[in-house]
């Protein structure tokens, strides 16, 4: 059949009706990107974890044979709410995250897809996906999963950062896979002043209490971790081996049933 994952093409809104009617009797894995639209500092497009979750899944999809894989269109607004003093910055309420989730699930079950899995390119979404995937679970009947791109690919993160450990925000990290997947939109001019304190997304937050901050009291510049060391080389990197991770995972099995 043309314009299908065996032709290349893994993007359900670059695909036919007929295509993914085709997929959805393979059973292939849906997968769901989910951003935010959100600055990034003054060297970064607000675009930058919508399309790094993006572009993990495309790349990914493309590694996962011999699963079948389709890349939904992202959800490209998340919760940021503790970004909007920056301006630039869109954000939803829970409940219009919630219902907005549940309606894109349900039509990707309805064409007759049986497996969806969120992937996450925002720190601030991830404890509301993790509990709002348990909700759409019992409310669809659906066995729907839910990780981020920069916790499957932790290791390979890890290992190639140089200033930091994991992820923080338009940092070294996210700032090197910006130059690697979209440098137009990065402005190096600004990079040498890309840096600001050291901290820790929500999901990973050591600290006995928590409380809502908002993001401008912990870093004024909009920038957390030092993006001055950013290179393409460095997100290609990282690009490839969170892809790859991605790639294992949807081959080994996500889901109990997946007969792997």
């Not at 935010?36 to 790349?59: I, K, M, N, W, Y």
């Not at 993790?130 to 690919?153: D, Q």
Request: with cysteine; hydrophobic share 45%.
């Amino acid at each position: 059949m043309p314009n299908t994952p065996e032709s290349g093409e893994h993007r359900w809104n670059h695909l036919t009706a007929p295509a993914l009617r085709h997929l959805a009797a393979q059973d292939a894995v849906v997968l769901l990107p989910v951003g935010s639209t959100e600055q990034h500092g003054a060297h970064l497009p607000t675009g930058v974890d919508d399309f790094l979750a993006a572009e993990v899944c495309r790349r990914a999809a493309a590694l996962a044979a011999p699963t079948p894989v389709v890349v939904a269109p992202s959800v490209w607004c998340g919760l940021a709410e503790h970004h909007m003093p920056f301006g630039g910055t869109l954000t939803l309420s829970l409940s219009t995250l919630h219902a907005l989730l549940r309606d894109v699930c349900r039509s990707i079950l309805r064409a007759g897809f049986r497996r969806v899995l969120l992937v996450n390119g925002h720190g601030g979404n991830v404890t509301a996906l993790n509990a709002l995937v348990n909700e759409l679970t019992a409310e669809l009947s659906a066995p729907l999963a839910v990780t981020s791109y920069f916790t499957v690919g932790r290791e390979v993160i890890a290992g190639v950062l140089e200033t930091q450990e994991s992820l923080m925000h338009a940092c070294e990290g996210e700032t090197s896979m910006a130059l690697a997947a979209f440098p137009s939109l990065v402005r190096e001019e600004e990079l040498p002043q890309a840096a600001g304190p050291a901290i820790s997304l929500q999901s990973e937050d050591a600290s006995p209490v928590y409380r809502s901050v908002p993001f401008d009291a912990l870093a004024p510049n909009g920038t957390a971790g030092d993006a001055r060391g950013a290179t393409a080389a460095k997100g290609e990197r990282m690009l490839d081996g969170c892809a790859r991770a991605l790639a294992e995972l949807l081959r080994s099995g996500v889901w109990p049933d997946d007969g792997r």
